[in-house]
């Protein structure tokens, strides 16, 4: 008896099922009859052969569907060792270019002076709100800000952050006015011996110091309104104090207390 070559039921079966019925009753009336040699043995002959092909087509596409099943384990395999080595190759040249993406924020310090009643960056930037997005100005692309190639020459672009904030004041005169800040540092993050270049940056404590008074604040509504008109952020929420070296070290060291605090992304009223 052949392997069913077709699913159960299916009209290839009823087909077979009826020839299988005809041949039966033809070979009853060839014995009846006494009649040797059937006259549509060669169509019989071409049946079995076609079938026959069709067996080992079969057999050769369930081959090449197991085949077809382990090459696609393999890819996956080989992808995924990819993805590895390529997430490798990535960290190795951002390490070798120091080079960071964190996704946690890195901390640094930055000073603003006070000019017109608003804050502007040593960069002359105006900072309208406590954050900003680095673009370069030189016209080297906006991909990689900050750049780190060397493509758009010296001082390279960023948003730029000590990583102690005695870098910033050392060099403040003593009549200085202006705002120290601590900033989180996200996207690009390029590293220097002393601070960083970064692709965005966002106050999360500051302190202000003009006109005899002084303010320091992690309060984000404070900070927004400080940036936007400092003088009322003083005269609301700053207490009386000379512009001195005393002052200073206080507010640094408040600045620094932030930076150890457990303070997140969202709220930052520790
Ligand atoms: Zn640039």
Redesign the pocket.
């Known amino acids: 008896m052949a392997l069913p070559l077709a699913p159960a039921g299916s009209p290839d079966d009823d087909d077979r099922a009826e020839l299988e019925r005809l041949a039966g009753e033809l070979r009853r009336l060839q014995m009846r009859y006494g009649i040797a040699g059937v006259g549509s043995q060669r169509l019989d002959d071409l049946v079995r052969s076609r079938r026959g092909r069709i067996r080992i087509i079969d057999e050769q596409m369930a081959e090449l569907a197991a085949e077809r099943r382990r090459l696609v384990t393999e890819v996956a395999g080989y992808q995924k060792a990819l993805r590895l080595a390529r997430s490798h190759e990535i960290d190795q040249l951002r390490k070798e270019h120091a080079e960071a993406w964190s996704p946690f924020a890195i901390r640094g310090y930055r000073f603003w002076h006070l000019r017109q009643g608003r804050f502007y960056g040593a960069a002359r930037t105006l900072w309208e709100e406590p954050h900003l997005t680095a673009v370069?100005g030189?016209g080297?692309g906006r991909d990689e800000?900050?750049?780190s190639d060397g493509?758009?020459g010296v001082p390279?672009?960023g948003i730029y952050a000590a990583k102690h904030p005695h870098l910033l004041v050392r060099n403040l005169g003593g009549s200085w006015q202006g705002a120290l800040g601590l900033v989180e540092l996200t996207g690009k993050v390029v590293e220097h011996a002393e601070g960083y270049r970064a692709l965005h940056a966002r106050v999360v404590a500051l302190a202000v110091v003009a006109g005899g008074r002084w303010l320091a604040t992690d309060d984000a509504t404070v900070i927004a309104v400080a940036f936007y008109d400092p003088i009322h952020a003083l005269a609301r929420w700053g207490e009386l104090g000379r512009c001195g070296q005393e002052l200073r070290t206080n507010l640094v060291e408040y600045l620094m207390k932030r930076e150890a605090g457990p303070w997140t992304s969202e709220s930052n009223s520790a």
């Open positions: 370069c030189r080297a800000v900050p750049h493509r758009c390279a672009c």
